[in-house]
């Protein structure tokens, strides 16, 4: 029987919104059991976040909630936290997002469920970390993007500095979240114990600014904004042509003279002042007008056409519709179809890794709140029927 990378792992997931949900998501893809741990009355506040909704689904709760079962538990109440202490003795991994110290204060904080279970590796996510001047401040991914750097190069080189479209910080920070988590269970395995993981947006969103941090640690410059266009590689930018725009990336000297060519403007790879990277970037300013008459004489279809028999790397700029609609995205099954329970068939993205023997799959659709309560506490934690309906009665679940 094929089995999916994780399937033996079991991940308590504590957390809302998306950088936590993300990470459980992607865990999930590769066949963790996750359950996600709701507020009986409303849960994850995500699932009031539309318009758009789909029936009455929120369509951003179901971006990142696939694969997954939901309970409803109130963990204010002692029964509710006695839930959480149970499922944390059949865990392999708790994942929250609490404000620092929300946790301790709900009882399902690392050091009370490593007690209950050792083995536990325990990850907490928050705007800032867990230590430092800033780690009782709330954080949201539109006030890391603004204060981690990457609004100041992001936009058009005049005017205001922009956010990127989707909410990154938060995203990359759930996928820096979820391999610390395999690398904490990978250890596990040597010794035997888990350990506690704190990742913050701040520290992700720093760490994602790679070369262009690095250009600054080494120049002490600050980076200037430059729209579509690349600080280190010239033409790596966006270029209109007769009928919208093209997007291209010549990343090598060789590419950039085979361009030359083949449209005719040997002059342009001649000149000292373009023969090289360096020298193009240098001298951006005096090429780029250049090339931009160069690809307005043809449509996007037929530079792209050029492009591909080159070798060199181009694509169109498309809208997030025709993205999801392009031929390569669907022979990938980057977008699928799956029953919601209360909905119908709804359609979600698909997991990114593609295992050879060992398939990340979308088996369940992000639940309805509460969907599997009776089932985890009934095949999970033993409990009865009478001893569920009492805790629904009491508003426990």
């Not at 694509?315 to 329970?341: C, K, S, T, W, Y």
């Not at 990114?352 to 659709?365: D, N």
Request: net charge negative.
């Amino acid at each position: 029987m094929v089995t999916a990378p994780l399937a033996d792992i079991r991940i308590l997931d504590l957390s809302r919104v998306l950088a936590g949900p993300y990470c459980t998501m992607v865990l999930a893809d590769y066949g963790a059991d996750v359950i996600k741990v709701e507020a009986p009355d409303a849960g994850d506040g995500t699932r009031a976040w539309g318009p758009p909704w789909v029936g009455d689904q929120s369509a951003y709760f179901l971006s990142a909630n696939r694969n997954k079962r939901s309970i409803t538990v109130d963990l204010k109440t002692p029964e509710g936290r006695q839930i959480i202490h149970e499922l944390a003795a059949h865990a392999d991994v708790v994942i929250e997002n609490f404000k620092v110290g929300g946790a301790a204060k709900l009882d399902v904080d690392y050091t009370t469920l490593a007690a209950i279970n050792p083995r536990l590796v325990y990850c907490s996510i928050t705007g800032y970390g867990q230590t430092g001047p800033y780690k009782d401040r709330p954080g949201y991914d539109f006030i890391i993007q603004a204060q981690g750097g990457v609004m100041s190069i992001t936009g058009p080189e005049q005017g205001e500095p922009y956010k990127v479209g989707v909410a990154i910080a938060d995203i990359t920070t759930g996928l820096f979240a979820a391999t610390a988590i395999l690398a904490a269970l990978h250890e596990r395995q040597h010794s035997g114990k888990g350990q506690a993981i704190d990742v913050a947006l701040l520290d992700a969103q720093i760490a994602w600014l790679a070369n262009v941090a690095q250009n600054y640690l080494a120049t002490g410059v600050p980076p200037a904004r430059y729209g579509n266009a690349h600080p280190s590689i010239v033409p790596y930018e966006s270029f209109p042509t007769a009928d919208g725009y093209i997007a291209v990336g010549i990343g090598t000297d060789a590419q950039y003279r085979k361009f030359c060519a083949a449209v005719g403007r040997t002059d342009l790879a001649e000149d000292e002042r373009f023969a090289t990277n360096a020298a193009r970037v240098e001298h951006r300013a005096a090429l780029i007008p250049s090339l931009q008459a160069l690809f307005r004489t043809r449509t996007t279809a037929a530079w792209l056409e050029l492009f591909n028999a080159l070798g060199v790397p181009a694509g169109p700029i498309n809208d997030v519709a025709a993205a999801l609609e392009d031929p390569q995205v669907q022979a990938r099954a980057m977008v699928q179809e799956i029953e919601h329970p209360t909905v119908g068939p709804i359609r979600v993205l698909g997991p990114v890794a593609k295992f050879g023997r060992t398939p990340a799959t979308v088996r369940l659709a992000p639940p309805a709140l509460g969907y599997h309560t009776e089932e985890i506490l009934r095949d999970l934690l033993g409990y009865n029927a009478e001893h569920i309906a009492t805790l629904r009665q009491r508003g426990v679940i």
